[in-house]
Structure formats: C-alpha cells, structure tokens
C-alpha cells in the first residue's frame, strides 16, 4: 500500500502578510486544490494524508467535496516545524502502508509518471527524492552582498517533492532527527543521519514550488499546460 502525505501546515511568510499560498487561485483553483488532485488521479497512491493548520480542518474537507477528491484521506493537524508535521502526517498512516510519498502542499504541478518513479526507486532504495540538476552558476557570499568564490555546480543537485521512503525508513530516521533535538528543513537529511542512501530521480517535467507572488504566473501556464 502506498501512501501520500501533502504537508499543508505552513504559514507561507515569503508571501507576505495575512496571504495564505496554498489558498491562493491559480489555473480555476488553489494552489493546494491541483496538488491534492495530483495525488488523487495518481493510481499508484492509495491513501492520502493531508496535515494541515488547526483551524484549517473544514476548509480542507470543503476542498474534496467541491472539486470531486474521492480517495480514500483523512486530515491531521501540523507541528511547529515542517517535520514535526510529518512526524504527525505518518503517525497516522495506515497499518498496511508500506511505501510513503511526502510532499509539499504548494509544489502543484507534479506528474504521477515522477511521483511513480519515486515510488519504485524507493522500493528498491528505501528512499528517493524528486530533483533536479542545477544548471545556473553559484556563486557563494559570506556577507550577502559580494562573491567570495565559485562553487562547482556540476555535483549539486536541487531536491523537490515528492520524497518518497519505505515507512519503517523514514521513522527511523525522524526518530534519530528527535532524539538529537535537531531542525531538518527535508527528510531526505533526517536520511544521511542514519546512513541511509537517498536515490535521485530526475524530474524530467518542470516541479516548481510556489514561494513568492512571481511564482504563479509560470505556475499557472504549467497547469494549464498538463490540463490539455
């Protein structure tokens, strides 16, 4: 059985004030809407976990009755960091899962061929992550302000969502992540704690995550396009 987490809990604080990204519309519908659909339509995820705000429990259940999002989900409630909440997104998985895709709630345009791809490198794995190259020069600052030296991009990799992982994987290495009382901004890293090697799978169609107001125009002519 495998399983989906959609980490829906953020405030979105690059957004600007009082603007909730996820609820915002793009392509007919907000940007969670499409995420959630994706998952939905996808024949290899059985199950779906969505952790979202407290308070958000009903905006949620709303979203599944108006656009029609019929596999089998329930909601559970957020932490304080991003993998508190996914430490409470797998407290509530299923007994029979046995694979887990975890995935941001405002990351829409992903295709169920990569979220496949993650699942069977995972299998095999124990864990996979969407990613891609990096293909533009970086530069490194220490002060924010001038360059103080070239970094070779040619190993440097940009990890996305979904990360996928046999359950008992990413329990052991959350477990590891709080019994160090350590902050991870992605599971993969809770992974290289334990020695556990990550596959990556190249997203091969554009995986954007929607961060600032810019982001939603290219977005939004991404949905579309995977609407045709």
Same mark, same amino acid.
């Given at each position: 059985m495998n399983t989906a987490i959609i980490v829906a809990a953020g405030k979105g604080t690059r957004m600007g004030l009082g603007v909730d990204k $996820?609820?915002? %519309?793009? !392509?007919g519908r907000p940007v969670v809407a499409h995420t959630w659909q994706r998952f939905n339509d996808a024949a290899c995820i059985d199950e779906i976990i969505l952790v979202v705000r407290d308070g958000m429990q009903s905006a949620f259940a709303e979203l !599944?009755?108006?656009?029609?999002l019929t596999k089998p989900y329930c909601i559970v409630i957020g932490g304080a960091e991003r993998q508190d909440s996914v430490w409470n997104g797998l407290a509530a998985l299923s007994?029979?899962?046995q694979i887990v895709a975890i995935q941001d709630g405002a990351r829409p345009c992903t295709t169920e061929q990569l979220? =496949? !791809?993650t699942i069977e490198a995972a299998c095999e794995t124990g864990a996979a992550v969407a990613a891609q190259p990096v293909t533009d020069t970086i530069k490194e600052t !220490?002060?924010?302000q001038t360059i103080a030296r070239n970094v070779d991009r040619s190993k440097l990799w940009a990890v996305q969502t979904p990360q #996928?992982?046999?359950? %008992?994987?990413? *329990? *052991?290495? $959350?477990? %590891?992540?709080?019994s160090r009382n350590l902050h991870? #901004?992605?599971? #993969?890293? =809770?992974? %290289?704690?334990?020695?556990?090697?990550?596959? $990556?799978v190249t997203s091969a169609a554009p995986n954007p995550k929607v961060t600032l107001p810019s982001d939603l125009p290219y977005v939004g002519l991404l949905l579309n396009q995977l609407a045709d």
């Open positions: $996820l609820f915002l %519309e793009v !392509a !599944a009755q108006q656009f029609k007994p029979q899962s979220i =496949a !791809a !220490a002060d924010g #996928t992982f046999r359950v %008992e994987v990413i *329990r *052991r290495a $959350l477990t %590891e992540v709080r991870v #901004t992605d599971d #993969t890293t =809770a992974c %290289e704690m334990i020695g556990q090697p990550v596959r $990556l």
